[in-house]
């Protein structure tokens, strides 16, 4: 995120965004063709921690972040070998 955060709301709006589409090109597979486990691990924590609200233990919350980054990783793994249409 931005270090910095601007009070206008399109300003502001417009930093998340950014700071989404740049978490979005995270790339969950290495060169030749196999996962990046440790990013995989780095998102699955980063997701949890997002889930403080929530009063799930920290077991669980990464056993759903882990789920839906693998998810990610598959598919982005898919369409790199032409399985999945971009």
Same mark, same amino acid.
């Given at each position: 995120?931005?270090?910095?955060?601007?009070?206008?709301?399109?300003?502001?709006?417009?930093?998340?965004?950014?700071?989404?589409?740049?978490?979005?090109?995270?790339?969950?597979?290495?060169?030749?063709?196999?996962?990046? &486990?440790?990013?995989?691990?780095?998102? /699955?924590? =980063?997701? #949890?921690? @997002?889930?403080? $609200?929530?009063?799930?233990?920290?077991?669980?919350?990464?056993?759903?972040? &882990?789920?839906?980054?693998?998810?990610? /990783?598959? =598919?982005? #793994?898919? @369409?790199?070998? $032409?399985?999945?249409?971009?």
């Amino acid at each position: 995120m931005a270090l910095r955060r601007s009070t206008n709301w399109s300003s502001a709006m417009r930093d998340l965004r950014n700071d989404r589409q740049q978490r979005a090109s995270i790339s969950f597979v290495c060169a030749d063709g196999s996962f990046a &486990l440790s990013a995989i691990m780095r998102e /699955a924590v =980063r997701r #949890a921690r @997002q889930l403080v $609200g929530s009063r799930l233990p920290w077991a669980r919350r990464m056993a759903i972040t &882990l789920k839906g980054v693998w998810t990610i /990783a598959m =598919r982005a #793994a898919a @369409q790199a070998h $032409g399985l999945l249409a971009a």
